[in-house]
């Protein structure tokens, strides 16, 4: 494939980004056009409730090979990260965040997916910019995720990344309501490629995970993609029966040796304890894979959308003299 | 001619030989009227009667517009039988249902099918294999065909001669207005001069340039939104010989044989328009003639073949030969639906000066009966 046949698309979720989305498909798109001849910038709006549309009514009209898909409710970035690869006609399809994924970087990770990897991603430098029980709590996760539960995410890996053709029809076969693009890209496999780089940000201030979100997200990580804890639970449940027998053996023949059994109350606590407090893990756990396979069953499209748009502007002669409906929409 | 025409007064004036134009002005001959046509191009069905994908719909295609799918269903057949000769039919029609995108379902398709009484089959397997499951929710066969230009050109030309319609080419009309008579004069731009036509009625069958002479005479706009449109010409790879596929029904694409260079053409929802703008009162006026060679002619065909072939993976091996460029006009009432009404203004702005446009070839029976048949028809409501 030569240069001047490759179409290079970017795909960004959207979500409430009215204040960054323009200065995000400027960058983006001058970017794109310096380095390529056929391109789109997929946006995904995962329906935001504020001025994010109508300052993308704004951007269609001034910018070319612009794609807006609207869905129909917030199904979240994940999803809507499966629409825009779902949507993307592209060789090579980079998924950037809008606030802080720098578009410079593109083109060199199209480059190294060019040369035979299926998948190029971006691992952020430095963390130091978000609050330490993030951090902390980022650590132990990855630590855990490597040691415990035999998943190799690589440690502080994003979502910004570029995947080649191939590794995008492999993952729109997958579709899972827990998706998580990290994981995914890892799952289809073909070779990858990471690149270390600075995050930027658009926003004076920085929109940050809550503590709460970042552990839901790691535990959806974990119950999506590794059997581990499952395992482990199964684990100890054996080890509680067995010790459970062990202990009953242990009373019988007290009970038969020794004719002077009274007191126990302790030890019956102790036992009521144990067996209810591992019944009550192994339920929980149980539940969750449950719940998850419930899920999944379903079958429910992933998402739906509300509508679909273009640029109207397709090439610098064409920019003048171009009328948009204001009254019969 | 012109010199023998100068001062007489025509019955009726049609102007634009495009397909409209042409029947209009044979069935007009037909029942007596003295008839002459204008055509400002240099053959008669030259522009979007020709640049176009050249389907018969059958109806299948408005599945969001069950009046015009049903009416398809009633005039596809007529067109059919009336221009024989005309119509190409070696070739098998898919249609496939777009999985993620798409505004219809595949059972939806089929019950609107069952609906309007058009019929769908089980595809061969080894044409639902050539579809990519993961973008295709279903495919079915159809029977719907499409005509050759050519053959059409020459057959509407026959009809114009035998029924006694004088034509001109390469002519223009540039204004309308009425004369001191109970009649109608057409200032018109020959291949020698201008000169001036009386007529007791006009018809403005102009399509995409309709407004151009209201414009130039004063008479109201009609509000129409037109678009700059490619198809692609390819060749289609040896898998797809002999096949027309239609994916439905979003930003999808079809492929359909163009008999008239032996090719086929790609159009897709997303990249055969390249530019959009309306005509309304008060506007600045686009001319679409101007808009059209004004273009720069970049083609989206790698935006094309890129998209289609994830649905279509066999279409990577076909060859774009060229493109055909046009400017195709819809009321702006269709974008919602989808639909394909006729316009039809009786005595716009002017007694006896109607315009009349539409978006397919079959919508010609339907035009007749209301222009010719309905005196009460096509009087603006407002």
């Not at chain 1, 960054?20 to 995962?46: G, N, P």
């Amino acid at each position: 494939m030569t240069a001047s046949d490759l179409l290079v698309s970017v795909v960004a979720p959207l979500r409430n980004d009215a204040d960054i989305v323009a200065s995000f498909v400027a960058d983006t798109v001058a970017m794109l056009k310096a380095h390529y001849l056929h391109f789109e910038l997929l946006l995904v709006d995962d329906a935001s409730s504020d001025d994010t549309q109508r300052v993308l009514d704004d951007l269609l009209m001034r910018h070319e090979s612009v794609r807006v898909i609207r869905l129909s409710r917030s199904f979240g970035s994940e999803v809507a990260i499966a629409a825009g690869l779902d949507a993307a006609i592209g060789d090579f399809v980079a998924v950037m965040m809008p606030d802080s994924d720098p578009p410079a970087l593109v083109p060199q990770m199209v480059e190294q997916s060019r040369d035979g990897a299926g998948v190029v991603f971006g691992i952020r430098r430095d963390r130091a910019a978000e609050p330490w029980p993030l951090r902390l709590g980022a650590a132990f996760f990855y630590g855990a995720c490597n040691r415990f539960f035999g998943l190799n995410i690589p440690k502080n890996s994003t979502h910004f990344r570029v995947l080649s053709r191939q590794a995008v029809n492999a993952v729109v076969q997958i579709r899972d309501r827990n998706r998580y693009l990290r994981t995914l890209s890892a799952y289809v496999g073909y070779s990858s490629q990471s690149v270390v780089y600075d995050t930027i940000t658009r926003r004076a201030r920085r929109r940050s995970k809550s503590v709460l979100a970042a552990v839901k997200l790691a535990l959806g990580i974990l119950v999506a993609n590794s059997l581990q804890p499952l395992y482990l639970v199964v684990g100890l449940g054996l080890a509680v029966v067995a010790a459970n027998i062990g202990f009953l053996t242990y009373v019988v023949t007290v009970y038969l040796v020794n004719r002077e059994v009274a007191e126990g109350w302790t030890t019956q606590s102790f036992i009521l304890g144990a067996m209810f407090g591992a019944l009550a893990l192994q339920s929980t756990v149980v539940a969750a894979y449950l719940a998850r396979l419930l899920g999944e069953q379903q079958d429910r499209p992933l998402y739906f959308v509300r509508e679909e748009r273009q640029s109207s502007v397709s090439n610098p002669v064409d920019r003048m003299n171009i009328v948009t409906d204001s009254v019969e929409r | 001619m012109s010199l023998a025409t100068a001062n007489r007064v025509w019955d009726a004036v049609v102007i634009g030989g495009g397909f409209f134009g042409t029947v209009l002005a044979t069935e007009l001959r037909r029942r007596g009227a003295q008839t002459l046509l204008l055509e400002a191009g240099p053959t008669l069905l030259g522009r979007a009667s020709r640049r176009n994908q050249a389907r018969v719909h059958a109806g299948y295609h408005y599945p969001r517009s069950f009046l015009t799918g049903l009416r398809s269903r009633i005039n596809a057949p007529r067109f059919i039988a009336e221009f024989r000769e005309c119509i190409f039919d070696d070739f098998t029609h898919y249609y496939g249902i777009g999985r993620n995108f798409s505004k219809v379902t595949g059972a939806q398709f089929r019950r609107f099918c069952e609906r309007i009484g058009a019929s769908v089959a089980a595809p061969p397997a080894a044409v639902r294999r050539l579809f990519n499951p993961v973008f295709i929710e279903d495919v079915v066969q159809v029977a719907e065909v499409t005509f050759d230009a050519n053959r059409l050109r020459g057959r509407v030309t026959r009809d114009l001669h035998h029924a006694g319609v004088a034509v001109e080419l390469d002519t223009s009309a540039l204004r309308v207005a009425r004369s001191a008579g109970a009649y109608l004069r057409v200032a018109v731009r020959g291949p020698e001069a201008e000169r001036s036509v009386g007529a007791r009625r006009v018809f403005n069958c102009t399509y995409a340039a309709i407004n151009r002479l209201n414009d130039a005479s004063g008479l109201p706009i009609i509000p129409l939104k037109h678009e700059l449109t490619e198809m692609a010409l390819v060749e289609p790879p040896a898998e797809l010989r002999g096949m027309g596929v239609t994916v439905m029904c979003g930003p999808f694409f079809s492929l359909l044989p163009y008999p008239p260079l032996d090719l086929c053409t790609l159009s897709h929802v997303r990249y055969t328009p390249h530019a959009a703008w309306h005509d309304r009162s008060g506007a600045p006026r686009v001319d679409p003639d101007d808009r059209l060679a004004r273009n720069a002619r970049v083609s989206a065909f790698p935006y094309m073949i890129h998209d289609v072939t994830r649905y279509l993976p066999a279409l990577a091996a076909c060859r774009q030969v060229d493109s055909i460029w046009e400017v195709k006009t819809v009321l702006p009432r269709s974008e919602a639906d989808d639909s394909r009404p006729i316009l039809f203004r009786r005595d716009h702005g002017l007694p006896g000066y109607h315009c009349v446009t539409g978006s397919k070839l079959d919508n010609a029976y339907d035009m007749l009966e209301v222009v010719l048949e309905r005196p009460d028809a096509g009087v603006a409501a407002s």
